[in-house]
């Protein structure tokens, strides 16, 4: 699948029955199916253009997705049939229920059979330019050389257009993850607990804190020899754990409602444990003693099982050299010990999600199951 992108344009028309209901139906299909909605234009009424019907009412969409330009013509496609609209092999204009066109795909040029980007006449069309300078005035179009607002400026407008008192409903606001203070993804090596956090922190505007493994010198170290880097490995982790957690608790952003994190503290003594000689570990737990009980608790604890092959494959596919000898008894045993510190836990805290039959970081469909288990637990 294509990377994420942030160029992703959309324009929504309907003139046929409901249609402010049937834009929000769309935007909802578009925000399940195509990606995050970053921006919603406000609602435009318009004379319908180059044939005699109803007023349409039009908006546009900005999108973040991980799919191609073709993928995402084929849901807009697929969408438009499912709310009813039939495209007729006549010639020319016709009501419809829903049209949605691509207007950008980031910078990309495409000259195609079924499909030409940026749309080759959106510059020309004011029920476009209306809604799409509202949410999009600097972008750039590829051909021309000139922002949104510059061909909006440029346009000459034939006809009347006029903003409604509508607004649509972005579809995100049904995951109130605004009542969370902080919320802790956790599970073990590959689990994909960095990606659904990030995502979380970027669909939802948290504040991410992400663990900084790859900044530890001990952890190469520790997997070629881990009698003797165990240890130091360990206190780093806890110290840096910590720090960061004091900082970052200390410095929240006051756009950010809530605090999204890959990891709880508590780790450092599920995986010291594992790692430590008893003598060691009893020294070590003394010093995290101290420290935990400073430090803050997540609101959710969201622990991700994946099964022990499914971890393995995770963690060969994302290549990190020092990884690619884990055994699974070593994985076996950092899931018994988050399993272990989870039975006393309180339990109104705490949500296990099996994810070893889906892939939610490439598939929209489970990170939105993902989305929804965690934001009706209660």
Not at 59 to 78: A, M, S, W
Not at 203 to 218: H, T, V
Not at 231 to 259: C, I, K, T
Request: net charge negative.
């Amino acid at each position: 699948m294509a990377v994420s992108t942030q160029g992703l344009f959309l324009s929504l028309g309907s003139n046929v029955g409901n249609r402010e209901e049937n834009l929000q139906v769309a935007v909802q299909a578009i925000f399940k199916r195509i990606g995050t909605l970053v921006r919603l234009s406000p609602v435009f009424q318009s004379k319908s253009w180059g044939f005699r019907s109803n007023d349409f009412l039009n908006c546009c969409v900005e999108v973040t997705t991980r799919l191609t330009e073709d993928e995402v013509l084929h849901i807009c496609l697929e969408i438009e049939k499912n709310m009813g609209r039939t495209r007729s092999v006549e010639k020319g204009y016709q009501a419809r229920i829903i049209d949605i066109d691509l207007l950008f795909f980031d910078q990309k040029i495409i000259v195609g059979e079924d499909l030409q980007l940026p749309h080759p006449e959106l510059q020309n069309r004011d029920f476009v330019l209306y809604p799409l300078v509202e949410i999009a005035p600097d972008f750039m179009h590829p051909i021309f050389g000139k922002t949104v607002r510059e061909l909006f400026d440029q346009a000459a407008f034939q006809a009347e257009i006029k903003k409604i008192d509508f607004n649509l409903t972005d579809p995100k606001s049904q995951y109130p993850f605004g009542r969370f203070n902080y919320i802790a993804i956790e599970g073990n090596i590959g689990s994909g607990k960095t990606s659904l956090a990030t995502n979380i922190s970027r669909e939802f505007s948290g504040k991410l804190m992400l663990e900084r493994y790859a900044d530890n010198p001990f952890l190469p170290k520790f997997y070629d020899d881990q009698h003797r880097y165990a240890f130091p490995l360990e206190l780093s982790f806890l110290a840096d754990r910590y720090q960061q957690f004091s900082d970052d608790v200390g410095q929240l952003d006051l756009f950010s409602d809530f605090m999204v994190s890959d990891y709880d503290i508590y780790k450092s003594l599920i995986f010291s444990k594992i790692t430590l000689a008893e003598d060691e570990f009893q020294l070590y737990q003394k010093f995290f003693n101290i420290i935990y009980k400073e430090a803050v608790k997540p609101d959710l604890y969201v622990y991700l099982y994946q099964n022990t092959t499914r971890l393995l494959e995770n963690i060969r596919k994302r290549g990190r050299s020092y990884e690619q000898n884990i055994q699974p008894d070593y994985l076996e045993k950092i899931h018994q010990g988050y399993l272990d510190f989870i039975k006393f836990k309180d339990k109104s805290k705490v949500l296990i999600i099996d994810v070893s039959e889906i892939d939610f970081v490439n598939n929209r469909k489970d990170y939105l199951f993902v989305l929804d288990e965690i934001s009706n637990y209660r």
